[in-house]
T-cell receptor, first 114, second 113 residues
């Protein structure tokens, strides 16, 4: 398996534009997580899905952020409109059901909003 | 509020030396404690996973300990190498079958020759 795949690896966009980040989890994994990482706040959980259903979106900063998981092999995180303070590295991770199953992370998308 | 705190924030050691990183967690219900290594520009990679009934777990030169009574964990690195330079993140798994992971801020380790 190629692991968790995220695209794009880097994204530079202008303030006000829509940004869509993509994630393909590892096949057979039941959970999918979206995290945001900044120097100031470290890794923050934005939202996670279990069997394609959003379970907890309390970490989504505001209505400008939305996430979908239309099927078991694909998820998107959308920011509309983007703002400079959204600049960060966004990680997707997946794991199997079970309390101590390992979570595997993608390489991340570095987003810069200018 | 469930949270994980790590110390020190950063650490510099010489190659070949040992070091210990600390983690305190206040997560309830508690399920498991994990340590991740994150190289610059990469995603975190799991080093160890421990349940509340486990006191210690090793992965090569990395040894993690867990004291569920005091809610503390440590990660000991033996005979450090230059490739150990990275951020080490302590993570607590929430119990109750939520699947949620609570991340600490990480300790940045720099190993110098």
């Amino acid at each position: 398996d190629a692991g968790v795949i995220q695209s794009p690896r880097h994204e530079v966009t202008e303030m006000g534009q829509e940004v869509t980040l993509r994630c393909k989890p590892i096949s057979g994994h039941d959970y999918l997580f979206w995290y945001r990482q900044t120097m100031m706040r470290g890794l923050e959980l934005l939202i996670y899905f279990n069997n394609n259903v959003p379970i907890d979106d309390s970490g989504m900063p505001e209505d400008r952020f939305s996430a979908k998981m239309p099927n078991a092999s694909f998820s998107t995180l959308k920011i509309q409109p983007s703002e400079p303070r959204d600049s960060a590295v966004y990680f997707c991770a997946s794991r199997r059901q079970g309390a101590v199953t390992e979570a595997f992370f993608g390489q991340g998308t570095r987003l810069t909003v200018v | 509020k469930n949270q994980v705190e790590q110390s020190p924030q950063s650490l510099i050691i010489l190659e070949g030396k040992n070091c210990t990183l600390q983690c305190n967690y206040t997560v309830s219900p508690f399920s498991n404690l994990r340590w991740y290594k994150q190289d610059t520009g990469r995603g975190p990679v799991s080093l160890t996973i421990m349940t509340f009934s486990e006191n210690t777990k090793s992965n090569g030169r990395y040894t993690a300990t867990l004291d569920a009574d005091t809610k503390q964990s440590s990660l000991h690195i033996t005979a450090s190498q230059l490739s150990d330079s990275a951020s080490y993140i302590c993570v607590s798994g929430e119990g109750g079958n939520t699947g949620k992971l609570i991340f600490g801020q990480g300790t940045t380790l720099q190993v110098k020759p």
